[in-house]
C-alpha cells in the first residue's frame, strides 16, 4: 500500500498565520500538523509516502528531509492546483497498481491506522474504496453520508443546509485502482475527488468511523481549538 498526502493548500482562512508558515505546517500544540502524519504513516506498513507541494513549498520540502521517514517520501511540486484528484491523475506511475491511502494533510486526525486498513481489507466485495467518517457538530459545513444496514454509502450531500444528520466524510480515503483508473479516464488535470469521483461510487464506498478525533484546521477558529482539545485528549489517554 503507497500513501499520497495533500499539502499544496495555500490556507487563505489561515491568514495571518500562513503569511509565513504553508498550511501543513501550521503548529498544533507545538508541532507542525505534518509531522503528526508523517509519524502515523511513517514506521507503517506503507511503503512509500508521496506528499504534493504548492505554497511555500521549500518550506515543506525542507521540513520532510529532515524527518526519521524522509526515505519513504517523494515530493511533487503542483505549479497549478490540481485538485485531490488531479493529483491522484497527475502521480499514476507512483501508485501504481496498489491499494492507496489518500488523505488532506490539513486536517488533524487521530484514529488506528492498522485497524483502518484491516477494515478496508474486509469491505464488501463490491466496494472499491473505505472511507473515514466522523461525527461533527456543524454538519451544514461538511460532507454529509448516508449508510445502509451495512455501513456503505448510499447518499452523499456536500455542505448543504439542514443534511440529514452528522456523521461526515473525513477526506481520508483507502482506493482501489479501479478509482484511480476511473479519474484517469475522465481526460482533465484539474479533478475534484468530492463531486466528479464520490457520486459515481455511491453503493460502493465501505467507511470506517474514526471515534478518537478529527478536526480540519481550515481556520483560524479551529486551529484555536485544535490547540485546546488536543492536551485535553491526550490527558484522557494518560488517564484512561
Known sequence: ????????????????????VPKCLVPIVGRPLMDYWLNLLGPSEISNILVNTHYK?????????????AKKITI??????????GTV??????VENESLLLAH???LTLFDLNAFINQHRHRP????????TFTTSTPESCGILELDKNNVVQKFHEKVQNPPGNLANAAVYIIEPEVVDFMVAL????VDFSTEVLPNFLGRIYTYHNSTYHRDIGTIESWECAN???PMLEADFARN
Open 1 to 20: 500500500m503507497k500513501a499520497i498526502l495533500l499539502a499544496a493548500g495555500i490556507g487563505s482562512r489561515l491568514r495571518p498565520l500562513t503569511d509565513t
Open 57 to 69: 513549498a521549500e518550506e515543506v520540502k525542507k521540513f520532510i528531509s529532515q524527518s526519521p521517514y
Open 76 to 85: 511533487t511540486d503542483e505549479p497549478e492546483l490540481l485538485g485531490t484528484g
Open 89 to 94: 491523475v497527475q502521480n499514476q506511475g507512483f
Open 105 to 107: 494533510a490539513d486536517n
Open 125 to 132: 466485495k463490491n466496494c472499491v474504496m473505505t472511507m473515514m
Open 187 to 190: 481526460n482533465k488535470s484539474f
Open 228 to 230: 485546546k482539545e488536543l
